[in-house]
């Protein structure tokens, strides 16, 4: 058990405490991830009250050099989790013999030549290319905004109303834009326990306190959705039922219904994130077509289609239907004209029904890869899905294993980097199978991952 000499250090004894845990990550005795002693223990150790422990212990984070666990205890901080997931984040690396399965990205199918014959067919017509380069109407130009009711229903969406479309730039403008219309600085939101980072960065941006609720194979289950409204109050909550980033889980049709009803019953506005889920099985069950009056819809072309387009799309409800247009306004006037027209002509030809049936069907094969060399782990995954959350055997913590896939050259993310809030984040990571990788690429990846997860922590070869 970790055991500091307190007599090194001066003043009160809490400080002692947050300067020894300082100390011991400095010089290496104490690890990220590193479990502290419990409360009871460590003041017996050093013959102090616990509530000295707590203070120390509540120093020490507040110096961001452990976390605070709820249920789970004490750990020194993972450098990874401070690590700003937005803005400065760094493109895919071409490095040679680096294979980057960090990213959630569309596959690269083609897409350029759907471009390049798009782009001449809009060449070809100077009246239009006149209309593109003008201000439009805030809400977007009107074939733009029936382009985007088609995606929302070729993706699966009902009841969509054409006159409360919404374009935005991409799905993470999106629900930024939902979160900034109904939400105050201090507000409670909810996300499942396991989110994507980009919700958890934005709930920073804004002020808002952000809960990640418990997860089981489905998601966020209804208990502790029931419990979080009446202990917090939340005013949303975030979810993506068709398929979660980053366990790919997904919600039936009861959990959804269950959910729901708890959120109509505590007045909750339910933002549903389909960026990720529109690619999959277009019957599967979404809270806009369960719940339409109480659920924003927020999708994307970036996963589907391509991501550089930024082209996404907001179905809000009656109700916030004002406030999210002028939140729109106020963060960017309108969306830039000429990128949406790109999709929305490749939204209504056959060119987004073509490249979609592509990804599907290369996801497939590549989710057949997966399986072949991960027979002996255990993973979480959808054959539509970017994304394949693997559990990690006993011997390793998630931030050291994705150290040591970045020594071998595997770029991938913790499953730290996910959890919403204090959700105890599992020993697992995410890698993704999308963007400009090869299969042989894949391939040689998943087998250098192999590899590491058979080998102990600090390179000694070992179980499995
Ligand atoms: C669940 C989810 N929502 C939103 C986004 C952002 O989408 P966009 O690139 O359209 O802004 C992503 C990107 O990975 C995502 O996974």
């Avoid at 920073?204 to 917090?232: K, N, V």
């Avoid at 949303?236 to 109509?264: D, F, G, H, K, W």
């Avoid at 990571?429 to 250098?448: A, H, Y």
Wanted: hydrophobic share 40%; aromatic share 6%; proline share 5%.
């Amino acid at each position: 058990m970790w055991s500091p000499d307190l007599s090194a250090f001066q003043g009160p004894a809490y400080k002692s405490i947050a300067a020894a845990i300082g100390e011991g990550i400095s010089s290496g005795v104490l690890k990220p991830g590193d479990k502290l002693p419990t409360h009871r223990a460590l003041a017996d150790q050093l013959g102090v009250t616990t509530g000295t422990i707590t203070r120390g212990y509540a120093e020490a984070e507040r110096q961001n050099l452990v976390q605070a666990r709820v249920g789970s205890g004490t750990y020194i901080r993972e450098p990874e989790a401070n690590c700003p997931m937005f803005g400065i984040t760094p493109l895919p690396n071409e490095l040679e013999g680096q294979i980057d399965l960090s990213y959630s990205f569309a596959l690269t199918l083609g897409q350029e030549q759907h471009l390049a014959e798009e782009l001449a067919n809009i060449a070809a017509d100077p009246a239009l290319m006149h209309r593109l380069l003008q201000y439009q109407p805030e809400c977007g130009m009107r074939h733009h905004r029936q382009a985007g009711k088609h995606w929302l229903e070729y993706t699966g969406a009902k009841h969509i109303d054409e006159d409360r479309v919404l374009i935005s730039n991409g799905g993470q403008h999106g629900f930024f834009t939902a979160l900034l219309a109904l939400c105050q600085r201090g507000d409670t939101i909810l996300s499942d326990g396991l989110t994507y980072p980009g919700l958890i960065n934005t709930a920073r941006q804004l002020g808002l306190r952000l809960i990640g609720l418990d997860m089981d194979e489905q998601g966020s289950t209804p208990e502790a959705l029931e419990l979080a409204c009446q202990r917090h109050q939340p005013r949303a909550i975030y979810l993506m039922p068709r398929l979660n980033n980053p366990t790919s889980r997904q919600m039936s049709r009861e959990r959804v219904e269950a959910l729901a009803t708890i959120c109509r019953k505590h007045r909750l506005h339910i933002i549903e994130d389909d960026v990720q889920g529109c690619l999959t099985d277009t019957e599967h069950t979404t809270f806009t077509n369960v719940a339409p009056d109480i659920s924003i819809l927020v999708s994307s072309c970036s996963k589907a289609l391509v991501g550089g387009l930024r082209v996404g799309y907001i179905h809000p409800t009656e109700q916030t239907f004002e406030p999210i247009a002028n939140a729109l306004k106020s963060s960017c006037w309108m969306i830039a004209p000429l990128p949406t027209e790109v999709a929305s002509r490749w939204i209504t030809s056959e060119r987004a029904g073509q490249i979609i049936e592509a990804q599907r069907n290369e996801l497939e094969i590549r989710h057949q890869i997966v399986a072949e060399h991960l027979q002996d782990y255990r993973y979480e995954s959808v054959s539509s899905a970017f994304n394949v959350w693997l559990h990690l055997p006993e011997q390793w913590r998630a931030a050291e294993f994705a150290r040591r896939a970045a020594e071998v050259d595997i770029l991938l993310k913790p499953a730290e980097l996910f959890a919403a809030g204090q959700y105890p984040a599992p020993q697992a990571v995410r890698f993704c199978v999308g963007g400009e990788l090869s299969r042989e690429r894949l391939k040689s990846g998943l087998v250098r991952l192999v590899e590491i997860l058979g080998e102990m922590p600090g390179g000694t070869e070992g179980l499995v």
